[in-house]
């Protein structure tokens, strides 16, 4: 391969290089948006399971300031746990498949991304031997 030829593939091989190392980083913000998804599904599951309902059996004042917590006259509304967790698990579910598939592309890319890198190290090889040849026969 001619000088000129080994630079043109090294163009291409950096080229290359700049695109895997792009959709790597796309993947990455892609499964950060997913962990995001995972804190909000699990905030509303967790707000779901710890919801309140009234007991209905009086009302007694309690100061302007006093802390939500069970009272006498609430009890936590348990009638929706399982439709919740159900929702939950699914939701999950679906987001670790979606995770896993894009951890499998993303160490496919780190394949290419070590491929690509180790051919622009051989076409460097080249190069400097070209270089060297045209050296030695020019001086």
């Known amino acids: 391969m001619g000088l000129v030829a080994s630079q043109a593939r090294l163009l291409l091989l950096f080229g290359r290089k700049s695109d895997v190392e792009y959709r790597c980083q796309v993947i ?8 995001f998804e995972t804190g909000e599904i699990a905030r ?11 007991t209905g059996t009086g009302t007694w004042p309690t100061p302007p300031n006093a802390p939500d917590a069970l009272g006498q006259n609430t009890r936590l509304y348990t009638e929706d746990d399982a439709l919740a967790t159900a929702r939950y698990e699914g ?15 993303l160490k496919n890319l780190e394949t290419q991304h070590k491929a690509v ?13 070209n270089i ?6 020019l001086g």
């Open 28 to 35: 990455s913000n892609k499964r950060m948006r997913l962990s």
């Open 117 to 129: 890198s180790t051919e622009i190290d051989a076409v460097n090889k080249v190069i400097d031997k």
């Open 44 to 54: 509303t599951y967790v707000d779901a399971l710890s919801n309140t309902a009234s």
């Open 132 to 137: 060297e040849k045209s050296f030695k026969t």
């Open 91 to 105: 939701q999950t579910a679906i987001l670790q498949a979606e995770d896993k598939r894009l951890e499998l592309e």
